[in-house]
């Protein structure tokens, strides 16, 4: 039987494949394991939809196949209707030890195992050596430590003389360059985020500028914020605070809540403010979206951000939390690095990094030098559509609100 | 969200305080994981607190006292030896106490924070917890389950710790017991019914298949045999049971066995046949996480589930169920859950039966050996050859080893004898090194001990054993 690609739901279209759990000829069960695919979002297994032998797989690791498209034949037996539940029950008692496999009698001792103590076995695995192509110098081709320490020197020579490896490409020398260098398959979320960086890297002339915000005052605001939320067990962190302050900056500065229609040659400027709030998970890069965001109370963006971040790490999210954002807000001091330059979201126009809170020297007017919190900021924008005095503006009225949360509050929306 | 409800973030979540849980959550503590415990009994679970621990204080016990009339005739008197029943049971009790106490202290010393109560997952990254008077939920990162299994029921023959015993009630068992039917003669049954045999029951073992002991090999079933013979054991295979009636004085079971109808009194019936991972309980297949048409949960070489995030080991994954294979892949699923390239590769799982006298067994048999390998070389070695095996006058068994002809490596060995669960640990080391027989030949094993029993077979697999006189067959050279 051909089976065809389901709908795994969520009107997606297609998907990309990532892993064969079998391989032609193999015999598969009801329910085994048999694919994983790749949508935007989330990795899914499906399971074999029958048991019988796989004749086919029409599609390789990493192709992206549409729903309705035949992906495997099945070769099924006749003995695959499902087994009844309900088998006569026969009055022959320690039945249940007849049907279980004996306990004892356990072994994987097999004809093809590599001759190698654990120990090595395990040091191959972390150094990243396949053991099966390693050649044993020990007694009876036994893969001894030394064995290993040698086929990792190898590569070394590999990497001097690449250009004589791509000539000649011989097949042991690859069978070593396998051995060392790991290679998968640039497939779903990571290769959706190498696209979108390279489509905004190609198109939007990109500017970065920095600005540093004393923020005592924004410290001490959030402080006094989570000592009324701690009471309904509830904590804000400075996130929502920030992607409020933004909003409210771009009904100032419409031009970065916008982005450049190439083919029309026109400057798109949004009515909605969606902010998108960049999240790092081992997965990939997730860009969840707050949207109208000046529709939303603090307490209320806290909440849905809780949300958004939550699903994009355990990939329940849906295709509307994922798209539609006007301008983007990366939080990278979270992590580390006191300044970096963000990539413009494309086509966004701007994109806010943001940085640690650290205490840092500041110089007062009377020259004077205190220790005081300090956030640093950075905005990338595209410089087709605005221009550096424009987004600085922009960065210092952020500066000056963080300084001064009364201001902060007036403006807020 | 419950009203009330309470939700709390783990680093590393393992559920069940077994031999695999436990294990887990002190390789990730180890790890520099912050780890919580999710136990719905009592720690150690079922190999500690009602399995392998008690049993084996009870068997010791009773095989002390069964040795007692063997040592009278060799000159150490004991007149008037009796059993306190109620004092066993204490004694297997305390061993019980004394190792959960350990592994609480173990845990403790590593951080490792307990919740006491039954876990379910109600998401992909999330547990709720059931304990007696409230539910919380948390929320992990990375999840190892160990959930371990129950014993097995069986239709008819409902447990009422009365009549129908399990395995825990013959372990704390305070009063004696004249007669007893063992159901299931796997190594539960063999080895529970041969010490209450010890201790003076009449025991009948019933089993539905042709042999006890499945799946071992011929030799072991054999010596198993007469032993038992010799113990007044009676075994019926090939039964098919009929009904249980309650009579005054206890039961009385119907069976047939190669035709004929038996009938057998007793005081009680222990229902021993086997095992069930607990794996529905526990909500995985909500979460995605896929089980086979065994019933045990598919995990890939570094025990990771199909899931991301969760990990499943022991009784609830593919293999013997046994607390030593639990051990393994416990220290494997903490170490892959720590980013750890790690996997699974162990070559072989050991497997003990603390019968009379003990079985240890590793690797394939005769014949799955022939089938896998083609021509094999076997070795064997009796123990009434062995120097220390007379002087303990434990001279029943034999040491088996079998070796792949072209390789000479050692492929399994299989030992029936004094002592033999100690024995095969040399065993399980020369398999997962590769060792071949002249590894073995060419190792000095201390005088006298029965340690010496293995090098032997292996001697006699070579074709110039030391201690054996070989028969020498017409088409062999002869020297001239």
Redesign the interface.
Known sequence: MDWKFPDVGEGLHEAQIVKWYLSEGDSV?????LVDVETDKA?V?I?SPVSGGIDKLLFQEGDTVKVGEVVISFRTSKEDTPKSSEAP??????????Q????????????G?V????AV??LA??R?IDIAVVSGSGP?G?VLAQDLSNEAAKPVEVHHGLVSLETTGSQSSQKILDAVDERRPLVGVRKRIAENMARSWAHAVQVSVFEEAEVEGLVKFRRELNERLGQEGRRLSYLPIIAKVAAALLGRFPDLNASLDEEAGEIVVHRAHHIGVAVDDPGGLMVPVVHDIDRLTLREVGDELTRLIEGA????LTVPDLTGSTFTITNYGTIGGVFATPIINYPEVGILGVGPIRRRPVVAQDDSIRAADTMTLSLTFDHRVVDGGYASRFLVSMVELLRDPTALVLEMR | MVVGEFTQDADLLVIGGGPGGYTAALRGAQLGRTVTLVERESLGGVCLNVGCIPSKALIELSHRFGELPALAKRGVLTDGARIDRAAIAQACQVSVERLTSGVAQLLRAADVEIVDGTAVFSGAREVRIQAPHETSKIRFRDCIVATGSRPRGLDGFEVDHVTVLDSTDLLFRREPLNRLIVIGGGYVGLELGTAYAKLGTKVTIVESLAEILSGVEPEIQRTLRTQLRALGVEVITKAVLGELVRTDDGCSLALSAKDVDHSIEADAVAVLVGRLPNVDEVGLSAVGVAVGTDGRVVVDATMATTTPHIYAIGDIVPGPMLAHKAYFEAKVAAEAASGMKVANDAQVIPAVVFCEPEVATVGVGEEAAREAYGEIVVGRFPFRANGRAVVLDAVQGEVKVIADAASSRIVGVHIVGPEASNLIGEAVLAIELGATLEDIALTIHPHPTLSEALPEAVEVALGRPTHLIVQRKASKPVST
């Open positions: 069960e009801r329910d085994q394991p990795i297994t399971p029950r026969a009055r022959s008692a320690p039945r249940a030890q007849a279980e496999a004996p306990p004892l009698n356990v072994t994987r001792v097999a004809g195992t001759l190698a103590t654990p076995r395990r695995r972390e990243g009876g036994r790490r355990s990939h329940t």
